[in-house]
């Protein structure tokens, strides 16, 4: 078959012989999804990708028919293709056995895509693009989707035919970021593609959607005409209030009021309807009651409407509303911010825009805040001016229905004022999706998340102790830990720590010291620095002598350094300057009070300008008034400033951020190696024989669990699986040693709890015996029995993966066995895992730390780590997994018990 960027395949000569390679097995067949799917392309246009059927002939053959004739000769290799009707019927056909994906923009079919398999796991491709909408990235977008519908029919290799002068398919099949084999045939070529998002594809998709969303918002956040609709004439009126924001802002724009009953408000002239308003509007304002909503953001999109921003809230009270505008949003090719949102802002250059109700416009600044929450806009908004600082963009998303907080990072990442972004997401759809897209971002700038969702409210109720352990706070920490997401607790913190990431340096690697004039204070702040993780070290002598040199003669130049109450700002000026310019120390915080000889506070910003130093500083005040202030450095830097608190925990929370910040660029940006020695086709029939005994899917047996690890590669105690008491006691027999006896019995997890444990047993008629009471106990409920040689004594360490509807594949590591639950000290991070991950997950539970800790082998759990990681992630079908417990020794680790839950992938 011979493709063009601009038409799908036409017959032509047998293709070459593909590279043989090896067949993965697919999870599970699944049909072509029938719900369209939004993507954006590449100047921020959504479109609907749907599959097309024999009903579509018509749109596809208008389509074809549109080619101009070079168009149609790299379509066809002919200006005059025959019975193109019949070809586009035959290829819609459902007897054809392959796919079409179509996309629309505004109900025009702009673009489609065809999968015809021809054996094995290989598939022809073809594309057709309409020459208006060739450089807007159709085909990359629509390729991207087929390549996910084609994995999920069992195809793993793309084959396309073009003529060697088609510059621009060989483009997007190269560009799309996939592994590309390219061969020549006289004037054609051949180009595999291999179906494997590997680390280029997953930058290359991430690049684009990034580019495309930024654009996509440039109707909400810059645009040349806005529509209120909704606006009452009564001073309560919520869109009267929007109306007075543009105007205080000072929004150079037009602003059209749609409200039939008035001539004017706020000064702005009043429409009957979005369709009067003379010239285009790009964002219109609603707010009008929910009853209404569904009319008027038709009424916005027959405009022409490009965003829209939802005020109204209300939505569950009307039964089918919700879904009533996201089909009409998708429909017009729109954007919505909420519904039951505060408005969006964007004060400085350009825009000019306060969109909101909150009746106050925020100062301009560089600071990019996205929030559900109109109260923490506000509240946050707040906090930061008066600090000095102002807001770049601000969207509160509400119900986050179109708009959500990835996609405001994609506008962050795109925007050069912004140098600072701020996320509150109480749920997020796509957790995954963020946490790319943050990571990107956190390169360029600091990344910080108001946490919420933190109470034991959120457990799963689940059999396995990883899935009960995976709370979604848990599972949003993970994702955020990995993606450079810096998370802190409350508003203050939040607050402290934009001011300190904005008026200082980040630290470096080396010790906190704590510089001090009252004693106790001291204490009170290098407790918090420690309880919050970070560093305070004794200082070294040298640097001990140089503070002596400088301090009174009672002064304390441990760490704390207390300089006593006497001492006068000079000297304390003077000690801040030796613990700046000493290379071991990371940051500094001073802690103050005055006192009736002294006022040593007077001096530290003075002495911060002095020695332009490349370490924070925090400034302490205990008895200041207020909780937060901004201290200017006159004299140093551009854009320096220093945080003044009054509480140590608050300065502690607030450098702690900014140290993990710095942590996390130094991480290397390596990712994922999948483990060797994998055997993924194995691991995929363990899967096929588990839903082929059980369509529903569930636990594992214990030797499908067994054939499960050994694909992977996980060492496990040698198990033996029997079903009756004569089978059990001779594997006793052939185990030659002390045995554990396991029941398996349905509905029953925890064997233990349940008296289906014995051991040791060293008896084969022992074993026996308590097979044949088990069984008779359980009677219908009987599954079988386990027997296991006893395993060395070691510590027993959790392994486990849960998967998660937003966050997909999630691993945890922590303590295992019996102080699984009793400790439930876990880390938990995405799958799967780069060195990086693991080394902090390693870390991060404390076991590792100690002198026993250190002894263990670490490197055999960071592997076993790696292996359940990536069958979490290469097998969506897992549910959960628990190795638990891993016994690990100083020579090694080995599973004792493993536990599998699988489901079968939903359509």
Known sequence: MRTAENGPTSPAPEPPAAPVRAAVPPATARHVPTRPVRVLLRSGVPALIAPLGPADAGELLDLHESLSDRDRYLRFATVHPGDLPAYIAQSLAPAHGGSTLGARVRGRLVGAVQLLPVGGDLAEVAAVVDAHDRHEGVATVLLEELAAVAQRMGVHRFQAYVLAENGPMVRVLTDLGMPLELRRNGADLSLEVVLEPGDRYRAASEDRYRRATAASLEPVFRPAGIAVVGAGRGEASVGRAVLRGLRAAGFSGAVHAVNPAADELEGFPCRRSV?????????????????????????????????????????????????????????????????????????????????????????????????????????????????GLGLSTMAAIGDAHDVGARDLLARFDEDPGTRIAVLY??????????????????????????????????????????????????????????????????????????????????PRAGTVAVLTNIGGGGVLTADACVAEGLPVEPLPGDLRDRLSAVLPSLAATGNPVDAGAAVSADAFAAALRCLLADP???????????????????????????????????????????????????????????????????????????????????????????????????????????????????????????????????????????????????????????????????????????????LPVTDPEEVAGVVAEWRHRARGDWLGAVVQPLAPAGDEILVGAVRDAAAGAVVVLGPGGRATDALGHRVHRLAPVADADVAEMLAGTGLFATAHGRTLAAGAVADCLRRVAWLADALPEIAELDVNPLVVTPTGARALDVRARICPLPG
């Open 425 to 506: 997401a109480e749920n997020e759809p796509d957790l995954r999706g963020l946490a790319r897209t943050a990571a990107h971002l956190a390169r360029r700038m600091p990344v910080l998340a108001l946490a919420s969702g933190t109470s034991a409210a959120g457990a799963r109720a689940a059999a396995s102790h990883t899935a009960r352990a995976a709370t979604p706070y848990a599972v949003r920490e993970a994702a955020y830990a990995g993606a450079g997401i810096q998370s802190v607790p409350d508003l203050t913190t939040l607050t402290a720590a934009v001011a300190l990431l904005r008026g200082q340096p980040l």
């Open 584 to 758: 071991r120390v990371g940051a500094v915080v001073t802690v103050t009070a005055p006192t009736g000889v002294s006022h040593p506070a007077e001096g530290v910003a003075a002495a911060v300008a002095a020695a332009g130093s490349p370490v924070p500083v925090v400034d302490v005040r205990l008895a200041g008034d207020g909780i937060l202030h901004r201290l200017p450095v006159r004299g140093g830097p551009e854009d320096r400033f220093l945080l003044s608190v009054t509480e140590p925990a608050l300065a502690a929370r607030a450098l702690a951020v900014a140290w993990r910040r710095a942590s996390w660029l130094t991480r290397p940006e390596d990712g994922p190696v999948p483990p060797p020695d994998v055997d993924v086709v194995a691991a995929r029939a363990v899967l096929a024989g588990v839903l082929a005994r059980s369509a529903d899917g569930g636990w594992l047996l214990p030797h499908e669990a067994v054939a499960l690890c050994t694909a992977a590669g996980i060492p496990a105690v040698p198990t033996r699986w029997a079903g009756t008491p004569a089978v059990a006691a001779a594997a006793a027999v052939e185990l030659a040693g002390p045995v554990a006896v396991k029941g398996v019995v349905r509905g029953v997890v925890h064997k233990g709890d349940a008296g289906l444990l014995r």
């Open 275 to 387: 369709r009067d308003v003379p010239g285009p509007v790009d964002l219109a304002v609603l707010a009008v009651p929910a009853a209404g909503i569904a009319a008027a953001v038709e009424e916005c999109g027959e405009a022409g409407v490009r965003g829209l921003v939802v005020l109204s809230g209300g939505f569950p009270a009307v039964p089918g509303l919700a879904g009533r505008v996201r089909d009409l949003v998708d429909r017009y090719g729109m954007r919505m911010v909420g519904p039951n949102s505060v408005g969006v802002a964007a004060p400085g250059e350009p825009a000019h825009l306060d969109a909101t109700f909150a009746g106050r416009t925020p100062p301009a600044g560089d600071v990019g805040l996205v929030a559900q929450s109109g109260g923490v806009v506000i509240a946050a908004a707040a906090g930061w001016q008066r600090m």
